[in-house]
């Protein structure tokens, strides 16, 4: 992509000084004028081809670490000497050397000292003026690339509207998803600006790491300004949103975060991208930590907060990318994957999605994103999982709780905090020890593909076996917050009845006396579709507690609340409360929880907040 900038550049000066030369060897025109009318040809000329073809680093796919040597070039220096200086000094010294030691730089000293004695002498005037022009041409162009090297842009027809590398704007910022390409952004010396309607733990982060963040519900068309060159939104962001409105009034240059986060794959060898309706986090979580493990310097893009890298983002410097697959509006079909896996497939996201079979036609469509070279890992224990992979190109290597499938445990057990000790039966017929660190059947699942993804990646066992064992989970899976009173809090990002069964049935295993669940409903949408499910799913818990219905990206209640599931959760034969303020929660649970009980929050919304203010209480 470098290169085709530069060739651009002298391409354009080559054949701009060749017209330049014409105009002025052979022609006679005064030299002053043309070469004016050429530099301003020039300008518009590159300010046309680029807009007309909006040639940008993403059609290009340049890495964005390639383009960094040019913002290093203006900004960094040697022994306290500018490197641009120092080019320039080579480029002199080279043109010094050209005029002064060479046939042609004679001939143009000739030229130049005596018009009519270089003609008498044999020399062809007009050609040597041409060439003149074109040298110049190439220098202009050298010239033009530094300049654009020095200001930061990767475009030169930008580059005389704004001096940073590529302003980056996301219309919603402090997302965990965008929060984390912000990160990446950040990191690679880009310029970002975004907004949220509040300041969270990542907007302050990403404030002190060098963002702009905006505050505020609504978000404002002003925060939009005609010097940003990309805007990123979310699939939460609506076209009535004023900042996306105010964009392409601007028409200014919009990806979604999903095609933002595709065109970052393009620049990595080998992308891998986790998928399912579940367990995406976690299991993308486990991979991450075994490559860790074995020094492979990943670049990271996780949907929960790791301890062991202290976020949810990390830029390394291999060809390993690894990010979550989400498939809520097809995102995932965006993605440019190497290797994918498919962790489960369920009804989910019915406010875009018409049923399951829908659903399951969309990750068919992501399984075909695969090339010829790559690997799909996919859960044998999928109904009719051949429906997906039928006709790929790709390798295709399954994972399951049954020996049908090419991945499989046996010789289950338990420790005392549902952590799971198992046999890994790998497709070469190989039989390993495994540990893990975090509780749950349904984490056996997760293991197994993060295993075979390891194991096609030719990571030491030893490594795969360690890492396992040493991690404990994700921000809000099953995440131990603390105790008060005698009372052990934790928090858990579960959402749907799935999840939610997974998540209990773990916690079945871990010492309590009394199992409360307060449970935060995400979305009236998911809440209608799911509600004899979601009242099954929490009456494995002894005693439940609901809050409102969390909203998140949706305005119409459907005439369904909180009180719905309560009714239901009751003709299941449990306690469930229901508080219309998370005060209301935490003063209930002060009052009634007592030592050796067991109290989760959950949901995807705010409800670990009730959590964390009983602690702080």
């Given at each position: 992509?470098?290169?085709?900038?530069?060739?651009?550049?002298?391409?354009?000066?080559?054949?701009?000084?060749?017209?330049?030369?014409?105009?002025?060897?052979?022609?006679?025109?005064?030299?002053?004028?043309?070469?004016?009318?050429?530099?301003?040809?020039?300008?518009?000329?590159?300010?046309?081809?680029?807009?007309?073809?909006?040639?940008?680093?993403?059609?290009?796919?340049?890495?964005?670490?390639?383009?960094?040597?040019?913002?290093?070039?203006?900004?960094?220096?040697?022994?306290?000497?500018?490197?641009?200086?120092?080019?320039?000094?080579?480029?002199?010294?080279?043109?010094?050397?050209?005029?002064?030691?060479?046939?042609?730089?004679?001939?143009?000293?000739?030229?130049?000292?005596?018009?009519?004695?270089?003609?008498?002498?044999?020399?062809?005037?007009?050609?040597?003026?041409?060439?003149?022009?074109?040298?110049?041409?190439?220098?202009?162009?050298?010239?033009?690339?530094?300049?654009?090297?020095?200001?930061?842009?990767?475009?030169?027809?930008?580059?005389?509207?704004?001096?940073?590398?590529?302003?980056?704007?996301?219309?919603?910022?402090?997302?965990?998803s965008m929060s984390g390409l912000?990160?990446?952004?950040?990191?690679?010396?880009?310029?970002?600006?975004?907004?949220?309607?509040?300041?969270?733990?990542?907007?302050?982060?990403?404030?002190?790491?060098?963002?702009?963040?905006?505050?505020?519900?609504?978000?404002?068309?002003?925060?939009?300004?005609?010097?940003?060159?990309?805007?990123?939104?979310?699939?939460?962001?609506?076209?009535?949103?004023?900042?996306?409105?105010?964009?392409?009034?601007?028409?200014?240059?919009?990806?979604?975060?999903?095609?933002?986060?595709?065109q970052l794959m393009k620049n990595?060898?080998?992308?891998?991208?986790?998928?399912?309706?579940?367990?995406?986090?976690?299991?993308?979580?486990?991979?991450?930590?075994?490559?860790?493990?074995?020094?492979?310097?990943?670049?990271?893009?996780?949907?929960?907060?790791?301890?062991?890298?202290?976020?949810?983002?990390?830029?390394?410097?291999?060809?390993?990318?690894?990010?979550?697959?989400?498939?809520?509006?097809?995102?995932?079909?965006?993605?440019?994957?190497?290797?994918?896996?498919?962790?489960?497939?369920?009804?989910?996201?019915?406010?875009?999605?018409?049923?399951?079979?829908d659903i399951r036609a969309s990750?068919?469509?992501?399984?075909?994103?695969?090339?010829?070279?790559?690997?799909?890992?996919?859960?044998?224990?999928?109904?009719?999982?051949?429906?997906?992979?039928?006709?790929?190109?790709?390798?295709?290597?399954?994972?399951?709780?049954?020996?049908?499938?090419?991945?499989?445990?046996?010789?289950?057990?338990?420790?005392?905090?549902?952590?799971?000790?198992?046999?890994?039966?790998?497709?070469?017929?190989?039989?390993?020890?495994?540990?893990?660190?975090?509780?749950?059947?349904?984490?056996?699942?997760?293991?197994?593909?993060?295993?075979?993804?390891?194991?096609?990646?030719?990571?030491?066992?030893?490594?795969?076996?360690?890492?396992?064992?040493?991690?404990?989970?994700?921000?809000?899976?099953?995440?131990?917050?603390?105790?008060?009173?005698?009372?052990?809090?934790?928090?858990?990002?579960?959402?749907?009845?799935?999840?939610?069964?997974?998540?209990?049935?773990?916690?079945?295993?871990?010492?309590?006396?009394?199992?409360?669940?307060?449970?935060?409903?995400?979305?009236?949408?998911?809440?209608?579709?799911?509600?004899?499910?979601?009242?099954?799913?929490?009456?494995?818990?002894?005693?439940?507690?609901?809050?409102?219905?969390?909203?998140?990206?949706?305005?119409?209640?459907?005439?369904?609340?909180?009180?719905?599931?309560?009714?239901?959760?009751?003709?299941?034969?449990?306690?469930?409360?229901?508080?219309?303020?998370?005060?209301?929660?935490?003063?209930?649970?002060?009052?009634?929880?007592?030592?050796?009980?067991?109290?989760?929050?959950?949901?995807?919304?705010?409800?670990?907040?009730?959590?964390?203010?009983?602690?702080?209480?």
């Amino acid at each position: 992509s470098i290169v085709l900038a530069l060739v651009f550049a002298v391409g354009m000066g080559v054949v701009l000084g060749l017209i330049n030369g014409l105009l002025v060897g052979a022609v006679k025109m005064p030299a002053f004028i043309v070469t004016l009318a050429t530099m301003l040809m020039y300008r518009s000329i590159a300010q046309t081809v680029m807009n007309s073809n909006n040639w940008t680093i993403y059609q290009l796919d340049a890495g964005l670490s390639q383009w960094q040597p040019l913002w290093v070039i203006g900004n960094q220096s040697v022994l306290q000497i500018p490197i641009l200086v120092l080019i320039l000094v080579a480029v002199v010294a080279a043109m010094t050397y050209l005029s002064t030691s060479t046939k042609f730089g004679k001939r143009v000293y000739a030229l130049g000292s005596n018009e009519r004695a270089a003609q008498l002498s044999g020399i062809n005037v007009s050609l040597t003026r041409i060439l003149v022009f074109v040298v110049a041409g190439v220098l202009m162009g050298i010239a033009s690339f530094l300049y654009v090297a020095n200001v930061g842009s990767v475009d030169p027809a930008t580059s005389g509207k704004n001096y940073e590398l590529y302003a980056i704007a996301g219309v919603v910022i402090g997302g965990i998803s965008m929060s984390g390409l912000a990160e990446i952004l950040l990191s690679e010396g880009f310029t970002v600006s975004g907004s949220d309607w509040n300041r969270s733990a990542l907007t302050e982060h990403l404030e002190k790491s060098g963002a702009h963040v905006n505050y505020g519900k609504p978000q404002k068309a002003e925060n939009i300004t005609d010097d940003i060159d990309l805007v990123v939104y979310t699939a939460a962001v609506h076209a009535d949103n004023q900042e996306f409105s105010r964009a392409k009034e601007l028409q200014l240059p919009m990806l979604s975060r999903a095609e933002f986060l595709g065109q970052l794959m393009k620049n990595y060898d080998t992308p891998i991208a986790v998928s399912g309706t579940h367990g995406k986090t976690t299991t993308t979580s486990m991979i991450s930590e075994i490559l860790l493990q074995a020094n492979t310097d990943p670049t990271l893009s996780i949907g929960g907060i790791l301890k062991s890298i202290h976020g949810n983002i990390r830029v390394g410097h291999s060809g390993l990318f690894v990010a979550e697959a989400c498939e809520y509006t097809n995102s995932f079909l965006s993605f440019f994957p190497k290797i994918g896996i498919i962790l489960n497939i369920e009804e989910d996201h019915l406010d875009f999605f018409k049923d399951l079979a829908d659903i399951r036609a969309s990750f068919r469509k992501f399984a075909q994103l695969l090339p010829a070279d790559g690997t799909l890992f996919i859960n044998g224990d999928i109904e009719n999982w051949q429906e997906i992979t039928e006709g790929l190109a790709c390798r295709v290597v399954t994972f399951g709780t049954t020996s049908a499938s090419d991945y499989y445990p046996s010789d289950i057990s338990y420790n005392k905090t549902a952590d799971a000790t198992f046999t890994v039966h790998s497709l070469n017929g190989q039989t390993r020890q495994l540990t893990l660190g975090v509780p749950g059947e349904h984490n056996i699942s997760n293991a197994l593909a993060a295993v075979a993804l390891s194991d096609l990646l030719s990571i030491d066992y030893r490594d795969t076996a360690e890492a396992l064992l040493n991690f404990h989970g994700t921000g809000r899976r099953f995440e131990y917050k603390g105790t008060i009173n005698g009372v052990t809090i934790v928090d858990d990002y579960a959402h749907h009845p799935t999840e939610i069964a997974a998540t209990l049935h773990a916690a079945l295993n871990y010492p309590h006396k009394t199992l409360w669940c307060i449970f935060q409903p995400h979305t009236y949408t998911r809440t209608k579709a799911f509600l004899p499910q979601f009242a099954k799913s929490l009456a494995l818990a002894d005693k439940v507690i609901l809050a409102d219905i969390y909203a998140a990206r949706e305005t119409d209640t459907l005439g369904i609340s909180s009180a719905d599931l309560q009714a239901l959760v009751q003709k299941e034969g449990k306690e469930c409360f229901y508080f219309h303020t998370f005060e209301e929660i935490e003063d209930f649970v002060l009052k009634n929880c007592i030592n050796g009980d067991l109290l989760i929050t959950m949901g995807a919304g705010d409800v670990v907040n009730i959590g964390e203010n009983l602690l702080s209480r």
